[in-house]
């Protein structure tokens, strides 16, 4: 038992397959190790021949599952980079986008604060068409306007 308590989920994983094993013999296949290493039950000399790798928290070194990905994944460096690099680029589009709106109502509250003229201006086709590329173009859409 990983918990005491028991209600807790850490144990989920050992008590499902040991009830259900022992409730009329339902049988319970492993995975081959290829499809699921980890570091704390497999070798470093099956990992070249693993399909997927198991982050899974060693109880022995208790290090970080981010940094002990760095180290057992050679790409994983490369690949955090390339996601913070979106990240950012999608962050900074939204924040343009935030500012245009923000400066587009803020004319449009001065502009109905003008003594003498009360009308706010609608968008033109052309100012909408942009605004909804933008957006497509932010959530990678395929439409076409």
Known sequence: RLSADPNSLSNL????????????????????????????????????????????????????TLKSAKRIIPEWVD????????????LQALSKQRDEIQSAKRAAKKQQQSPGDTSVSEPSKDELQELLCLICSLYRCSCSF
């Open 13 to 64: 994983d050992q008590d499902l397959p040991n009830a259900l094993n022992t409730r009329g013999g339902l049988a319970i296949y492993s995975l081959p190790q290829q499809w699921l290493w980890c570091e704390t039950w497999c070798s470093d000399e099956t990992k070249a021949a693993a399909k997927t790798i198991d982050l899974c928290n060693n109880p022995m070194t208790k290090e970080p």
């Open 79 to 90: 690949l955090d980079n390339e996601a913070t690099k979106g990240m950012r680029a999608v």
